[in-house]
């Protein structure tokens, strides 16, 4: 059984149709991509997925349970946790207290303290700057402390949405080297994505979507530029 | 000089009551962005609570802090659950009206229960005066009135600061969508600010009610204090909430020596006028 299984998806905002019976498998320890231009319905993929958008019809499954009626906190409760486009990191509250709030659920609160150490000890210039305010940090800081706050759930499956967006090409560097490491340490990863090169580099496997719809999918070895660019931009 | 101290002193105390009048009111709309007309009411319902249990159970009113305040989170929080929930998505006029609905039971089950009698929560505290410098009388209710104010205060800024609790209200405050994706059900968190603040509500209830007689129908008096409080410091800050209560305290009885008794009221809010047109997002509020 797949660890996260998305079926049949169709989602509408109002009379809009903005997923068509999305299909999607990740399985436990892989490192799925899932790229598209703008609008082609990735954020929506995920905000179901997460329990922000509901679906009209279809079904989420993660861990064998259905959690496409479930609410957010329970989803995150279950171990599936999102590392927001934007960052959207609590700009009022300091870097400790965004880290902490990670940690919100029972299940992740019995091991704060450790999951606090690891989270800085994976993103170091954090540890400087632990008192500050989230809205002091620079845009690859703040990405390493929304990273950094997803991991403090306790999450077995991980999901990035676009995590270079706005960053420079050697944070997003960095941010890439974290990804691989907090994959290689065992968690599953779903990487959204606009960046096909970087993204598919680390992928094991891929889902291309275009206007709602899944246009391609398969390893990253299976994919060849052209493919790539007709599924992506329908050229 | 030294008859300018007395309401300078005074002022400052009764800001510190002020400052707890108000900090539920500003709770409530600094995270939920909601304004609650029934904030009075849960003050005047806490002073009839404890004047029930002094008659009952014969004890201080100062002790009734201790029940009646836990008591009335739990009338928040499920006035919250049952009532206000099921209207925060859609802006801010359903909750006006539920509210000022609200206020409005209240008031009549008070009127209905206790009549329209005076009372108040007898305590020697309240005629006893402290004597400063040989010349000042400062009444002895009004020290204790900052004192708990002041403990009111610093003990909801450590509880925002280092509590779960605490970081979940934040968090909601600022971005509920992403609150949310932590784990936080902003439902229940909201029920536990409106909880929060129907403590507030309760604690500067049984301080007002030590201080000053009071009606079923005073809730609406203490409505327009907290408004202009929060207005004056900042709807949402804390600390604002504390230098509004201040500043309203001081004019008050500034403008009462200055102008003659009659004029307290005015004075008071013709600050929160200048302020208004000065700083419109009060003294420490953001924009």
Not at chain 1, 107 to 117: G, V
Not at chain 1, 127 to 141: F, P, T, V, Y
Not at chain 1, 149 to 170: T, V
């Amino acid at each position: 059984m797949p660890m996260l299984e998305v079926k049949d998806l169709d989602v509408f905002y109002g009379q809009l149709q903005a997923l068509f019976k999305i299909n999607l498998k990740v399985n436990e320890g892989q490192v799925v991509s899932v790229l598209g231009a703008n609008g082609a319905g990735k954020s929506t993929l995920l905000k179901t997925i997460c329990g922000i958008e509901r679906a009209q019809s279809g079904i989420v499954r993660f861990r064998e349970k259905r959690i496409d009626e479930l609410q957010p906190n329970e989803i995150v409760d279950m171990g599936l946790s999102l590392v927001p486009e934007g960052r959207q990191i609590f700009s009022n509250m300091s870097v400790r207290e965004n880290l902490m709030i990670g940690s919100y659920t029972s299940r992740a609160r019995k091991r704060s303290r450790e999951n606090l150490e690891t989270a800085l000890q994976l993103f170091r210039p954090l540890k400087a700057r632990i008192d500050q305010k989230g809205i002091d940090l620079s845009g690859g800081e703040q990405q390493m402390l929304a990273i950094g706050r997803a991991l403090m759930s306790q999450p077995r499956l991980l999901i990035f949405d676009e995590i270079s967006l706005g960053l420079s090409p050697l944070v997003v560097k960095e941010l890439y080297k974290a990804v691989k490491e907090i994959n290689e340490d065992g968690m599953t990863v779903v990487l959204v994505e606009q960046d096909v090169r970087r993204s598919l580099r680390v992928a094991s496997f891929a889902y291309i979507l275009q206007e709602g719809r899944v246009t391609l999918k398969g390893t990253p070895a299976s994919l060849t530029e052209e493919t790539v660019k007709k599924a992506y931009f329908g050229l | 000089m030294t008859e300018y101290l007395e309401p300078l002193i005074n002022g400052i105390l009764l800001g510190g009551l002020y400052g707890v009048v108000g900090i539920g009111l500003s709770m409530v709309f600094g995270i939920m962005r909601q304004v609650n007309l029934a904030h009075g009411e849960f003050m005047i319902l806490s002073c009839y609570f404890s004047l029930v249990a002094l008659h009952l159970l014969g004890l201080h009113p100062l002790l009734t802090l201790v029940f009646v305040p836990p008591f009335m989170f739990f009338i928040g929080y499920l006035i919250q659950i049952s009532l206000f929930n099921r209207v925060m998505q859609k802006g801010m006029e359903p909750f006006l009206m539920i509210s000022f609905g609200l206020s409005i039971i209240l008031q009549n089950a008070l009127l209905l229960i206790f009549t329209p009698d005076a009372r108040s929560l007898k305590t020697a505290l309240a005629i006893k005066s402290v004597n400063v410098f040989g010349y000042l009388h400062i009444p002895l209710i009004h020290i204790v009135n900052f004192t708990v104010g002041i403990l009111v205060l610093l003990f909801l800024h450590q509880f925002m600061k280092r509590t779960y609790l605490g970081w979940a209200i934040t968090a909601a405050a600022e971005n509920e969508t992403t609150a949310k994706l932590m784990g936080i059900n902003a439902k229940k968190v909201y029920a536990c600010t409106m909880g929060i603040a129907a403590v507030t509500a309760a604690i500067s209830g049984i301080l007002v009610g030590m201080t000053f007689t009071f009606y079923p129908h005073s809730g609406t008096q203490y409505l327009i204090i907290a408004f202009g409080v929060v207005i004056i410091g900042g709807l949402g800050s804390l600390p604002g909430t504390f230098i509004g209560g201040l500043i309203l305290g001081v004019s008050q009885l500034f403008g009462g020596r200055i102008l003659g008794p009659g004029f307290q009221l005015l004075s008071g809010y013709m600050i929160l006028l200048i302020v208004l047109t000065v700083r419109p997002q009060g003294i420490l509020g953001g924009r």
